[in-house]
């Protein structure tokens, strides 16, 4: 497997090794080990599997008190995917890696806990698998707006469909009491 860093410290992008043959392929998904050795140490505890139509933004989420570390990948279709790093304190706060997964390209995106994540579904339906280090909590459910401007991610959809409670999200401001606090490695 190849594991690349994005520009933002810890969302790294993972490149499984695929084996195909005329019957179709094979790949590990996930291995602890390996996963491990390359940074990747959170104990995941769920899985969530969604799939959305084309033109779907999902996002940008996070959870306060249950923070989720996760680990993307797409099973049908192609997503765009973003991580915003929300945390107060942060030398990258309000930066943002986004990546494109699909079910071709079989790669992988990890986002640490304190980052908000969400995708898009330029076109056709997409599947999308993730795993999560702690359980979904509904009252801790938190997010930024998708399209806030200062954040200015050029997201590759016009007029999404977005959920009433996406539409409802604030913008990124570093003085929100509901946002992540930064702690310095090694702390």
């Known amino acids: 497997m190849k594991v690349e860093q994005t520009d933002l410290p810890g969302v790294l992008l993972i490149e499984p090794r695929v084996f195909r043959d005329a019957r179709g392929f094979l790949l590990e998904s996930y291995h602890t080990r390996r996963y491990a050795a390359a940074g990747i140490t ?49 030398p990258t706060f309000g930066r943002w890696a986004a990546v494109e997964l699909s079910a071709d390209n079989a790669r992988q995106i990890f986002i640490p806990a304190g980052f908000a994540h969400g995708f898009c579904v330029p076109g056709g339906d997409a599947e999308v698998e993730y795993k999560t280090s702690d359980y979904y909590a509904p009252g801790d459910q938190r997010g930024v707006l998708w399209n806030d401007a200062t954040l200015a991610i050029p997201w590759p959809v016009t007029n999404p469909l977005l959920s009433e409670q996406d539409r409802a999200l604030r913008p990124l401001q570093s003085d929100r009491d509901d946002l992540p606090l930064y702690a310095e490695p090694g702390r």
Do not use: E, M
């Open 42 to 90: 959170p104990s995941f505890v769920q899985d969530n599997h969604s799939c959305s139509v084309a033109g779907t933004v999902r996002g940008l989420h996070y959870q306060l008190h249950h923070p989720q570390a996760k680990l993307v990948r797409v099973l049908r279709g192609a997503v765009w995917d973003v991580a915003v790093d929300i945390r107060r304190g942060s």
